[in-house]
Every structure is written in C-alpha cells, then in structure tokens.
C-alpha cells in the first residue's frame, strides 16, 4: 500500500462526459421533478395509480432499468474470489447490520427527539440495506463489480430474514430498555420483504446474468466486452435521472410546503451517510483492502433501500404519515451525497497504489 503522496491517476480525465457531469444532471433532474409536480395537477395521483411491490410504476421501471446493465458487466465467473475473501464479508455484514442500523436509531433519538413519526422512519430507513443505487455509486467509483453484486446478494438475503426482527428490536424493545419511551410496532411480513427482493434484485440479476451467459456463447467475450457493453451502459444513468425526476414529482409539494420538517429530517440523514461511508472507506483501507474493494464496502455500506423503506412505511403508518415522509427524504438526501462521495472516493484512490484496483469500465 503506498503512502497518500504517492501519484494517483487522473481517473476524473477518463469519465465520459455523462458521468463527469453527473451532478448536473441530478440537480437538473430534481428540479425537473419539482416543476413538473407543481405545474402538472394530480400527476402524482397518476404516477401512483399503479404498483409494483409497493412502489410506483414509473418508480420500479426506472430502478430497473438503472440496475441491469451494471450487473449485466458483472464477471460471474470471479465471484468465487470474493466470497473467499472474509476481510470483506466480515467487515460488510458488521458495518450494515449491526453499525449502520444502531448509528441511525442513535442519530434519530438524538436530533428528532420531539418528532417521533420521523424519527421512526429514520429508523426504518436505517434497517433497509441497499440493495439497487449502490451498485450504481460503486461502478460509478470504480468499485469492484463482483464484490458489490456478492454483497448486494448477502444482504438481500439478511433483510429477508432479519428486518421484522430487527424493525422490532430498534422500534420496541430498545427504547424500553433505555427509558426512552413506548416504542412504534412494525407488522411487516418476510414475504412483503422477499417481493422487493425478488422485483428489485431478483429480475435484473436474472437479466445481467443471462445477457452475458448468452451474449458471450453466440458472439463472444470480446464482443460482449466492447461492443455490447458500451451500448446498454448509459442506460444505467438514464433510468437513475428518471427515477429522481419521478420522486420529485410525486413529492414536490410535500417538499416545498413543508421545508423544515424536511430539513430536520436532512441532518440525521447526512451525518449518517457521512459517517459511514467515510468509517467505512477508513476501515477498508485500515485492514489492507484494495482500492476497488473498500470503494465497494463504503458504498454498499453507506446506501439504503429506499423501495423497501418507502413501502414499509406507507404500508404500516399510511401515504400521509411523518414515517413515509421521513422515508421519501431518504433517497432525496441520500443521491446527492452518495454522487458527491464518489468524487471523493476517486480522489481517495491515491490513498492506495495504483495496481491494487482492476481499473473497471464505467457506465
């Protein structure tokens, strides 16, 4: 590993176009978002009208479409190599199951004291590990594609047979046992949780694996590599500026009425993804990771299931309740930032010697 004067490459100077300005876009997309919300009446009534998995259409197709060609690049024949690697594992199922979920129920209790409908969303949000945008953030960073679907997987499998628990644990017994009050039950079923799973990972990791499987038997690797890869790429960033302009849409004039309920709910969210992005970029590299392997376990670290937060909330507590709200400003919160953060993971890169990280090929 070298020391942080040693020599990084310019690795901004190779993104394209669309991924160097990326932030341009994002914010062009949300406010995109916020006037259509506003100027088009009851357009998120419309967007609404039909579901799939608790989430809006227009929603679930653009997380789709965000999600298959990422893991249409994904090499499956090296995910042998990443689940041999117990740094990783261990450090990933440690810092999303037990780290990230009390860092969240300590960061509500302590700044939205008085706000217990938000405060529980918070929590909610908490529980929920990502498993869609943070594969976007990890390509994006230069992170190592096999890992990420490796851990994507793990806690897929986890929030399936973890989150009831867990939900009942953070909302219920902890705050008894601390004083803090009577806790908020969460009647979540593990089916409504495996749907998600299945809508939102299931569908395009059956699609990414099936593409190179077949791609690469009728045409070859190299084709597949360099002719079709290149092609369903940007359509990763695509379906990502389509899903922030239908969230915005649907929640615009939430936002805009009611700016300092979203501003409180703001702070606890990004200190936590301040937090454990940056301790987990910190631990990567504090325990020998290569570059590409600690990008992978700060992002994967730091993101939420803002599907899965989002139907739970609005299933238990309501479409109107400060719990759906609190979850809707989740990935809100949560894009800018985590887009900000893979600036600063590439920056970081130099922390790192150049041939630990397998140079990916962006979106």
Known sequence: MSSPSAPAPDVLRGLSTLDRLLPVWIGVAMAAGLLLGRAVPGLNTALETVKIGGISLPIALGLLLMMYPVLAKVRYDRLGAVTGDRRLLVSSLLLNWIVGPALMFALAWILLPDLPAYRTGLIIVGLARCIAMVLIWNDLACGDREAAAVLVAINSIFQVLAFAALGWFYLQILPAWLGLGEGSALQISAWDIAQSVLIFLGIPLAAGYLSRKLGERSKGRQWYEERFLPKVGPVALYGLLFTIVVLFALQG???????????????????????????????????GLPYDRTATLAFTAAGNNFELAIAVAIGVFGVTSGQALAGVVGPLIEVPVLVALVYVSLWGRRLFTTTASKGQVHV
């Open 253 to 287: 004039h939430t936002i805009s009425e009611r700016p300092g309920d979203v501003a409180r709910i703001a702070l606890p969210l990004l200190v936590y993804f301040a937090v454990m992005w940056g301790g987990s970029f910190l631990l990567g590299r504090a325990i």
